[in-house]
Nanobody, 123 residues
């Protein structure tokens, strides 16, 4: 079993900042990549940011320039992933999900999702 445990959601005023974190637990031999997705009410889930095992990153246009995805040690399966979003906007309100491609107990790579953490931007 693999679990992704997220933390750091909450309510923030427009223009504020938030840092989300996620760590994998369970039988994790390797993580090839991690990402953050978000889903606002009535909208499709969208990928916000992605990081691979060598530290390469990709951002959605909606957060580019004001967000940073990072891992303390991208090559370590136990290293948490963080998402820092600055200058938060009302449209950033969503449930944020951690995602990882994990080599698990089966020795195969499988995709896993966290349960999600709510981010609400309101004045």
């Amino acid at each position: 079993q693999v679990q992704l445990e997220e933390s750091g959601g909450g309510s923030v005023q427009p223009g504020g900042s938030l840092r989300l974190s996620c760590v994998a637990s369970g039988t994790v031999f390797d993580i090839s990549s991690m990402a953050w997705y978000r889903q606002a009410p009535g909208k499709q889930r969208e990928r916000v940011a992605f990081i691979d095992s060598s530290g390469g990153t990709i951002y959605a246009d909606s957060v580019k320039g004001r967000s940073t995805i990072s891992r303390d040690n991208p090559g370590s399966p136990r290293s948490p992933v963080h998402l820092q979003i600055n200058n938060l906007k009302f449209e950033d309100t969503a449930v944020y999900f951690c995602f990882a491609t994990v080599r698990d107990w089966s020795s195969r790579y499988r995709d896993y999702w966290g349960q999600g953490t709510q981010v609400t931007v309101s004045s």
